[in-house]
């Protein structure tokens, strides 16, 4: 178990209020991480900041807009100085707008792209500092089947997880001298108020998921407990750049 111990780490999650984040937040708090949830809405944040500290570890909320560079770097600066270090970033934050290709407006596509792609690396910029001074840290990017597949209601979300992908492979490659890791995880179809959204908008898809997944079901946000704990633990030291997939088969049925 100690390979798995996060006692004495501090890791922020962002969007760490409800959906992913929080299942992954949970796993790290269960492992005794301390927990930093970054969301825009501060009584979501302050909820969930709440219920994980029911684990029995320290936690704090903090307001953030990954989108804006001043306010991540904030966030970083209030959370080295409330909890004391940083170990763990999980940049999970992510909105998606479905429409067309021809029909999004260029203000849509660069909502998605900077919350989605820009967020994640003005995070990574913002964090890396702390975590060298430290002697190493985690970093853990969300992306998507829509780093893989393609979706023709997707345009500007596929392109902004293609770039996650591709980012972590890049930071890994820079910061592996620093002991700092970086991975992604590839989410298939997790049931959250994401998802909520897109039952309602796109024709079949619930019927569809449960036909092409191969364990048969929505993922939940408790499926993300494990992974979370593991790449940010000492049992993944020498896992970098990696993209797995946690997706009950998703994106390996032919
Ligand atoms: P949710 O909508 O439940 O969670 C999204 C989170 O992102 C919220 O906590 C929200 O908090 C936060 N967020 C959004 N925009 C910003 C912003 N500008 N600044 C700070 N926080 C922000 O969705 P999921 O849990 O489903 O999604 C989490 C991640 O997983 C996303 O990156 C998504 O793309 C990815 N994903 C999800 C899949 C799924 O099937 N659900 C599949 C593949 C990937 P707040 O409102 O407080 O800002």
């Given at each position: 178990m100690s390979m798995f111990d996060l006692k004495g780490c501090v890791a922020i999650v962002t969007g760490?209020?409800?959906?992913i984040g929080l299942g992954m937040a949970r796993g790290l708090a269960t492992a005794g991480a301390d927990i930093v949830v970054a969301g825009r809405q501060a009584a979501k944040s302050e909820a969930a900041a709440a219920e994980l500290a029911r684990l029995g570890v320290r936690t704090a909320a903090i307001e953030v807009n990954v989108a804006d560079e001043a306010s991540v770097r904030s966030m970083i600066d209030q959370a080295v100085a409330r909890m004391g270090r940083l170990d763990i970033l999980i940049n999970n934050a992510g909105i998606n707008i479905r429409k067309?290709?021809?029909?999004?407006k260029m203000s849509e596509w660069r909502e998605v792209l900077s919350i989605n792609l820009d967020g994640a690396f003005y995070c990574s910029h913002a964090a890396q500092p702390a975590m060298k001074a430290t002697g190493g840290g985690k970093i853990i990017n969300i992306g998507s089947m829509m780093s893989i597949f393609g979706a023709p209601f997707a345009t500007p979300y596929a392109a902004s997880k293609g770039g996650i992908v591709q980012m972590t492979k890049a930071l890994a490659t820079a910061w592996a001298v620093d002991n700092i890791q970086v991975n992604a995880v590839l989410p298939g179809w997790i049931d959250t108020e994401l998802t909520q959204k897109a039952r309602e908008q796109v024709d079949g898809l619930h019927n569809n998921v449960l036909r092409r997944t191969p364990a048969g079901r929505w993922g939940e946000p408790t499926d993300f407990a494990g992974i979370a704990v593991f790449l940010s633990?000492?049992?993944?030291?020498?896992?970098?750049?990696a993209a797995v997939a946690v997706d009950g088969g998703f994106s390996i049925q032919g």
């Open positions: 760490g209020n409800g959906g067309r290709p021809e029909e999004y633990s000492k049992a993944s030291d020498f896992v970098t750049g």
